[in-house]
């Protein structure tokens, strides 16, 4: 089983709203990943978990805030948004070994 | 610092016939792995087919294959048989294997499909 989860799948927020966007998998990966992706753009990244630990930030505004409860689970808070932020907020999760990613299906994130 | 390249925005192809999708990359590791990932319509990111460096046979997934070149740093994808569930847009990855493992990805390359 090679998904990756993620609710919701559309959000709209106004710019004073606190919301979180949720992403699980199952597959036993130990790297979670959150990416943001314009469209008709690559994504592009933003945090990974490895081992739960956070690794990389990708110097991300901290109006973004990542959290790893466990191995399968990766949220992603958002507070202050501003209008440039709505895009497609991508999950993944990874292999250790043949360094694979699987992508959920994204949340489709409005900002008004 | 490493770089993907896809230089061809846009490419169509006929149904049932063979087309190829190009790529190059500049990196100074000598430990990666390229990917080519493909994201349709509905905008869910699939992984179609990886490569490692390290292997000199190139990788093949069904109707999927492709030309690595590592010494001219190039990684095409060919498409055999071209059905119209691959219309999409197409991605070239690199993933370096020291430090900070991070997918670099290329701008894309939008393929349609016609019948």
């Known amino acids: 089983d090679t998904e990756v989860t993620q609710t919701p799948k559309h959000l709209v927020m106004g710019m004073t709203n606190k919301k979180s966007l949720k992403c699980e998998q199952h597959?036993?990966?130990?790297?979670m990943y959150w990416y943001k992706q314009k469209a008709k753009k690559p994504p592009e990244l933003m945090f990974v978990y490895s081992y739960e630990k956070l690794s990389i930030n990708e110097s991300v505004p901290s109006r973004f805030s990542p959290e790893c409860p466990n191995s399968s689970l990766l949220n992603l808070h958002l507070h202050a948004l501003q209008p440039e932020d709505s895009a497609l907020y991508l999950c993944?999760?990874?292999?250790?070994?043949?360094?694979?990613?699987?992508f959920g299906p994204g949340t489709r994130l409005t900002v008004t | 610092a490493q770089t993907v390249t896809q230089s061809q925005p846009e490419m169509s192809v006929q149904e049932a016939e063979t087309v190829t999708l190009s790529c190059t990359y500049d990196?100074?590791?000598?430990?990666?792995?390229l990917f080519w990932y493909k994201q349709p319509p509905s905008r869910q990111m699939i992984l179609v087919i990886r490569q490692e460096a390290y292997k000199q046979q190139n990788a093949t997934e069904n109707r999927f294959s492709v030309n690595f070149q590592k010494a001219a740093k190039s990684f095409s994808l060919k498409i055999s048989d071209s059905q119209l569930g691959d219309a999409a847009m197409y991605f070239c990855?690199?993933?370096?294997?020291?430090?900070?493992?991070?997918?670099?990805f290329g701008q894309g390359t939008r393929l349609t499909i016609n019948p």
């Open positions: 597959m036993g990966h130990r790297a």
């Open positions: 993944a999760s990874g292999t250790g070994t043949v360094y694979e990613q699987y």
């Open positions: 990855a690199l993933l370096r294997i020291q430090g900070a493992q991070k997918l670099v």
């Open positions: 990196t100074s590791e000598s430990d990666y792995y």
